[in-house]
């Protein structure tokens, strides 16, 4: 599946610099709730993108399959913010799948992942 391939870039491991906060990143990436879930998994990597993706149902699987299919370059800045608002949000990299899909579903105001 052309997901994992794409997953597969983003598995080096976050420094603790990284995961600092500076303030509020919500609102100003430029990118919709859809675009920052594709953006995250595509940062945190394979391995644990597959796990989180492995519990979506098929509407959620569907629109962030879809969103991959339009994702271009993501710049390290854009990768910082993304990662900063997932952090905000609550996400810990020792988080378990099911912990990080809640994470995620905080965009969408704890429902599932949708289009819109």
């Known amino acids: 599946m052309v997901l994992f391939g794409i997953l597969a870039y983003g598995t080096k491991k976050r420094q603790g610099a990284m995961v600092r906060s500076h303030g509020t990143t919500r609102g100003n990436l430029g990118l919709n709730a859809l675009q920052k879930v594709a953006a995250f998994l595509f940062i945190i990597g394979l391995e644990k993108g597959r796990k989180i993706i492995d519990l979506m149902d098929s509407d959620e699987l569907k629109n962030v399959l879809a969103e991959f299919g339009k994702l271009q370059g993501i710049s390290p800045k854009m990768q910082e913010n993304v990662w900063q608002e ?22 969408f105001n704890g429902s599932k992942i949708r289009n819109g």
């Not at 997932?86 to 965009?107: H, S, T």
């Open 86 to 107: 997932f952090v905000q949000l609550g996400y810990e990299e020792e988080m378990n799948p099911a912990e990080a899909l809640y994470v995620i579903r905080q965009l």
